[in-house]
């Protein structure tokens, strides 16, 4: 946080290109996701409401896909949920100088470039951490340098417990298991590198369920 964001180049599924540097003097948020990972789907209707909240305002809202299976289309699975925010293609291409290894993974970005907020898993308070954050950002005097170096977002960090990620998905179940999360397919498989371990996946499955984001 208050270091200057790293720059990247991405398209759409349009193939229309966007960069972050075109965005200077807009609050920029990213969320990095993946159609095949439960927590970044439970994350994608806060992200909706601030776009919803904020796009007329001068904030940007991007969703980066994180390592999609071949022939998926991100954006057309966004609509199917409602979201209405751009989708960006191949997200891993300029996940690491962002310190993304997992995902989902949310970033606020300022005026100047620089980032305000970041957390680098699911958390059920994202709505109202990043509404703070920005609602930091469009108070803060123009020119204000040092400004971020008072914001009070935190950096929250990949939470390891036994070694094994939380609220997040290290990486895609294989091919054949197909793009979307099954719960029903995971009950006490452990892929290699994947978060669906039967508690993770119980614990996914009630929280889908009480928000009204059940199988599809």
Known sequence: VGQPAPEW???DHLGKQYRLSDHRGEIVVLNFWA??????????PAIQKIHEKYNARGVRIFGVSFQEF?????????????AQFVVLLSGETVAAPYRVKAVPAYYVIDQEGRVAYAALEYNPDLSAQV??????????PEGDDHAE??????????????GRLTRGCTRR????EGPRVNRSRY????N?????FSRATREIGALLDRRGFGER
Do not use: T
């Open 9 to 11: 180049v991405l398209l």
């Open 35 to 44: 159609s095949w990972c439960g927590y970044s789907k439970l994350g994608i």
């Open 70 to 82: 071949e022939g998926a289309d991100p954006a057309a699975y966004l609509r199917s949920m409602g």
């Open 131 to 140: 509404e703070q954050a920005i609602e930091r950002l469009l108070r803060r």
């Open 149 to 162: 170096r008072r914001l009070s977002a935190r950096v929250i960090e990949v939470q390891l417990v036994n």
């Open 173 to 176: 179940p294989p091919e054949h």
């Open 187 to 190: 009950p006490d498989k452990r």
């Open 192 to 196: 290699e590198g994947s978060l669906f």
